[in-house]
């Protein structure tokens, strides 16, 4: 596609829920990213992508957090048993390649947990 | 501490003024350098790269600073739309094995 597209925009869920997010990178975009921004925040990390394998799963939070990219391109990020503190935007992004350090965002998925 | 530091502002400026945001980062191993805009509820948004020599493009000037590990973002002449946080962006591991990490954001308010 011609930008990185993100699903749902906006979550909001229960707490004890499962929620799962979806970006859909660039078509061509080797690399893929997710980061968590909560408010007044950067960005922060979780994990990329490089073709199907995760080459750093560093950032996340704990296990509850797991992220797949089962065919190299669409992305699927898995929370379970949100916590209110999992709130945040959560962010992808995709890069031509792991080398290239230009990052396109998508618009995002605002999760909420009441 | 933070790998990358930035003052959050908000820097309140009148159009035309010249303004100036710093950054510093931890990690003396740091290679790559950015700048990235991010507008309100939106995405962020590569505004430039800042490379050892100094880069300008149009009205913003990016500096680096190995020695004192420090970055510099100039902006002159001020515009209403430039309005927007301001986001310093480190690449620490070599590239190929980690994703950028991003400062927290300096905010500008550019007031007519």
Not at chain 1, 26 to 51: K, M, V
Not at chain 2, 63 to 87: F, G, M, P, V, W
Request: aromatic letters at 10%; one cysteine or more.
């Amino acid at each position: 596609g011609a930008g990185v597209s993100q699903t749902p925009s906006n979550k909001v869920t229960e707490k004890g829920k499962y929620v799962e997010l979806r970006c859909d990178p660039i078509s061509g975009h080797t690399a893929l990213y997710w980061y968590r921004q909560s408010l007044g925040q950067g960005p922060e990390f979780l994990i990329y992508f490089q073709g199907t394998g995760a080459a750093d799963d560093s950032g996340l939070p704990n296990d509850r957090f797991f992220a797949v990219r089962p065919e190299g391109s669409v992305s699927t990020l898995k929370i379970q048993r949100t916590e209110r503190g999992d709130s945040a935007v959560y962010l992808c992004a995709s890069s031509l390649s792991a080398g290239a350090n230009v990052l396109t965002f998508g618009a995002g998925s605002r999760l909420t947990v009441l | 501490r933070k790998e990358v530091e930035q003052d959050p502002g908000p820097f309140n400026v009148p159009e035309g003024a010249t303004v100036a945001f710093n950054c510093t980062y931890s990690n003396s191993a740091s290679q790559s350098f950015f700048w990235y805009r991010q507008d309100c509820r939106k995405e962020p948004k590569l505004l430039m790269s800042v490379y050892s020599s100094g880069n300008e493009d149009g009205r913003f000037t990016a500096q680096l600073n190995r020695a004192s590990q420090y970055i510099s973002l100039l902006i002159r002449d001020s515009k209403l739309s430039d309005s927007a946080t301001y986001l310093c962006v480190v690449n620490t591991i070599p590239a190929g094995r980690r994703a950028l990490t991003f400062g927290s954001g300096t905010r500008l308010q550019v007031q007519p």
